[in-house]
């Protein structure tokens, strides 16, 4: 598969780059380490990286990006990161292509490609990108550019290799990342370096945070986020405030998103399967590590039962 994805990237004059809505570290990471990887070893194709500026992890990453637009042009191809179903696919299209390349290590729910690379066991997108590469090293060449934005990806969904998901292919990725001679130390700090405003939302949190059950989660709506004086992307980046704390099987940030006129919500547990519960409240996502939405807190009394019946069967089995 990723030499006929080699083969299509080769041929094709202009390449558009999907990832998910809401985007995180691995789809930023594995859509923009693509994009230098394709630009560094194919001279005469034009890569346009495709969906929402995410100003918080884009600064964090130091990735420089405008808003891209997309024009139907001739041997055309789109690659989809990180995106379980189309539903999801940030950005306009992709449906327009010649060809689409799906790569993607969610639960297989839609196989929407004309190449469909899907592997749930790999701990990130931004590792299939790793494999990628390593399938055709004997051709391509990885900058630490390139590998800084994969290892962002990968230590983002496996936050520094401690989720279950991290195994021994994980590990073999980031040493070829490593070998390119990225900064790992200078990545670390970007990401989890924290200020005075951190510690702020941090008190937000811990004073306004609620227990039901072995369900630990904040709520933070339009109110405040203002008064914050955050953006929803920030505020749910926080949901890891909770991930710590023994009681807590399960956990969850609900923010506000003004654009969509819902709430949005990041899902995570140590072993509790949660993407059954995400399913159900119009999301999906990895077992432990998922995304929700909520039409208004009406539904949230549903949601934390449907979590706190999930702990349940757990703990029988």
Known sequence: MFQKMYQMISQAKIIYIYRHISSDYDALGSQFGLAKLIKDNFK???VICMGEVNEELNQRMQIEVQKPSFEKKQDNLAIVLDTANQERIDGEGYNLCDY???VDHHIVVDSYGDINIEDPTASSTSELICRFYEANQDRLALTKQAATYLFYGIIGDTNRFMYE??????L??????LLAGIDKQAIYESMYLSNLESLRIKGFILNN????EGVGYYVMDQEDLATLGISRDLGSMFVNTLADIKEIEVWAAITYD???RLYRVSLRSRHVPIQPVASKYHGGGHIYASGAKLSSLDELPGLILS????IKNEISI
Do not use: M, P, W
Request: net charge neutral; glycine share 0%; aromatic share 6%.
């Open 209 to 212: 945070f609620v227990f039901d």
């Open 165 to 170: 998901s991290a195994n021994a292919k994980t």
């Open 172 to 177: 073999h990725a980031a040493s070829l990342l």
């Open 100 to 102: 689409v390349i799906k």
């Open 307 to 310: 979590l706190k019946e999930a």
């Open 258 to 260: 003004s654009k969509q």
């Open 44 to 46: 005469d194709v034009d």
